[in-house]
């Protein structure tokens, strides 16, 4: 028999060494890793790891504070020279310490110091290490320099506009604004800083509210509004809203949807039409003021019945918009007057503040126009601030207000023109101004001096120039009385007073001899001949016995000829 060989088995005891000895050697090898991290980071504890560099400055082998100190030395210039900003045409310069930026150097070290890892010492033995720049931001420091740059590089867009000069629509085309983009630039501005010196901001177009279309439309819509005029009814009383009143109470305003509506101003306009519309009877009428022993007191006003100007603003939106008549049946309303008495009271009108009276010969045709015009004007109320003009007051003079003709000087010569010698109510007002302490804003003397005018102190007036003005400068109304006789005319100012008016004169110098000239013609009016002088007068305010200020007003009369009218032969 042929003997079986049994089979060899591994004894158990063998596998269990084999088994055994693998954590030994992953220890063994786990031990020389270590050993081979260990070793390193042992000898660079405390310091930077060698080859480390931050933008470009090698700071390896460093301690921290010593690394800080380079950095802060080799990237001095970096950190503090200005930014050279871009935005599209425009170039600004940025100073880093306005904007709140700096080199954070400790926080860099720190991410240096970091690279003590594994891989940091792989790196630090077997290469180099590049560590990022780390920045402070004062984020209040630099939203204002963000918004201080923003104000120097911003364009407000213009709006696409209509507006009248006297009845032919101008248009103003829309255009496009520049918008700095705040949160990108203050980004784009971090990112570059130190190390990128010039950066472009980035900007936002911003589109204007009134496109061209829009104001295409509304240029179609102003034309169509003055086209005609705007006739008002009220039964069968009528009044006109001429071309010219609609360009001066209309304005287009954007209507949020790219383009422009018509916003007509009614409440003037009703005003103005108010006395043809509606029956005096029925009409408010203001407070007013009468003189009671020397005092002025206020008489009150009446409620009544007027145009309702919001509905007169919707049919006259209505109409120049295309879809009204041009002829509108009025609304009327229960109305005030322009001026209640509670605002009459609060006007300070409450003692005289000053008078001047002027004479004259009784009783040429002159002196019919100065009584005129003080009718005219007795009563008349200037209101604070107000620029009182007596040609815008007053008019054109004519017959039908019973201005008649009367010699008046034209080109240097005694002519007839209806209106006439109502200089003499000019000059007598103008020294109520001066004694009042109100501001001149236009006086014109007369070419001749003329002897029943204080020289110096008188002003001439024509239609419609030279104007006469004067500015009620104070805070209280002035109400203007008048009276006259048939040979001398006043006119007196009643408000608060303010100053105490004093009217000093130099001598008349540089005097120029007249000449005695003769003329012929129907319209001859002889002239009596006066030498031409110069002269100064000094306003004097006072308050309380001291001086505050003086004004100066100089005047030059030319000499008036002495002019002889012969007739034809």
Not at 229 to 247: C, F, K, S, W
Not at 275 to 288: E, M, N, R, T, Y
């Amino acid at each position: 028999m042929t003997a079986v060989r049994p089979r060899r088995q591994t004894p158990r005891n063998l596998t269990s060494r084999r088994i055994g000895r693998w954590p030994i050697i992953v220890g063994a090898v786990l031990a020389v890793l270590v050993a081979c991290y260990a070793v390193p980071a042992v000898v660079l504890a405390g310091e930077i790891p060698p080859g480390t560099t931050v933008a470009g400055v090698d700071i390896g082998g460093y301690s921290p504070q010593s690394a800080e100190r380079v950095l802060a030395r080799e990237l001095n210039e970096e950190a503090t020279r200005p930014l050279i900003l871009r935005a599209g045409k425009k170039t600004l310069r940025l100073s880093p310490r306005q904007a709140g930026l700096s080199i954070d150097t400790a926080a860099t070290v720190a991410d240096a110091e970091g690279s003590l890892s594994p891989p940091g010492v792989a790196r630090a033995l077997f290469g180099s290490n590049e560590v990022r720049l780390r920045v402070k931001v004062d984020r209040e420091r630099l939203d204002a320099a963000i918004a201080n740059l923003a104000k120097r590089i911003d364009v407000a867009p213009r709006d696409g506009a209509v507006r009248f000069a006297g009845t032919t629509p101008r248009v103003t085309q829309p255009r496009n604004g520049i918008a700095l983009d705040r949160k990108a630039a203050a980004e784009a501005i971090i990112a570059a800083y130190p190390l990128q010196r010039e950066v472009t901001l980035p900007t936002k177009v911003v589109a204007p509210k009134v496109t061209a279309a829009g104001v295409k439309r509304a240029v179609a819509a102003a034309r169509r509004a003055v086209s005609g005029p705007i006739t008002l009814t009220n039964g069968g009383r009528t009044a006109t809203v001429t071309p010219e009143m609609i360009a001066q109470h209309l304005r287009f305003v954007p209507d949020g949807k790219g383009g422009l509506r018509p916003r007509f101003d009614a409440e003037k306009v009703a005003l103005e039409v108010q006395d043809k519309l509606v029956d005096g009877a029925q009409a408010p009428k203001d407070a007013s003021f009468k003189i009671v022993n020397g005092k002025p007191v206020v008489v009150p006003h009446r409620v009544g019945m007027g145009v309702d100007p919001a509905a007169l603003k919707k049919d006259v939106e209505q109409t120049i918009t295309g879809g009204g008549s041009r002829t509108i049946k009025v609304s009327l309303t229960k109305a005030l007057p322009k001026l209640t008495t509670a605002k009459a009271r609060k006007l300070g009108i409450r003692e005289k503040v000053s008078s001047y009276t002027t004479h004259y010969p009784c009783c040429p045709p002159r002196v019919t126009n100065i009584h005129r015009i003080a009718d005219i004007l007795d009563g008349h109320l200037v209101m604070p601030g107000e620029t009182f003009s007596l040609n815008g007051v007053v008019g054109k003079r004519d017959k039908a207000r019973g201005f008649v003709e009367a010699p008046m000087i034209l080109n240097g010569r005694y002519v007839d023109d209806v209106g006439g010698g109502i200089s003499q109510f000019v000059t007598t007002m103008f020294n109520a101004v001066f004694f009042g302490g109100f501001e001149d804003v236009q006086h014109t003397p007369h070419m001749y001096y003329i002897s029943r005018y204080p020289a110096g102190r008188e002003s001439t007036v024509s239609y419609p120039q030279p104007d006469f003005r004067w500015r009620n400068d104070s805070p209280y109304g002035v109400l203007i009385t008048t009276s006259y006789t048939n040979t001398s005319v006043t006119v007196t100012f009643w408000s608060t007073k303010r100053y105490d008016i004093e009217s000093r004169s130099s001598g008349r110098y540089n005097i120029q001899p007249y000449k005695t000239i003769t003329e012929t013609g129907p319209d001859c009016i002889p002239m009596e001949g006066a030498e031409g002088f110069s002269i100064d007068v000094w306003r004097i305010f006072k308050k309380n016995g001291k001086e505050i200020r003086r004004e100066k007003f100089h005047t030059v009369y030319a000499p008036e000829p002495k002019l002889i009218c012969k007739k034809k032969e």
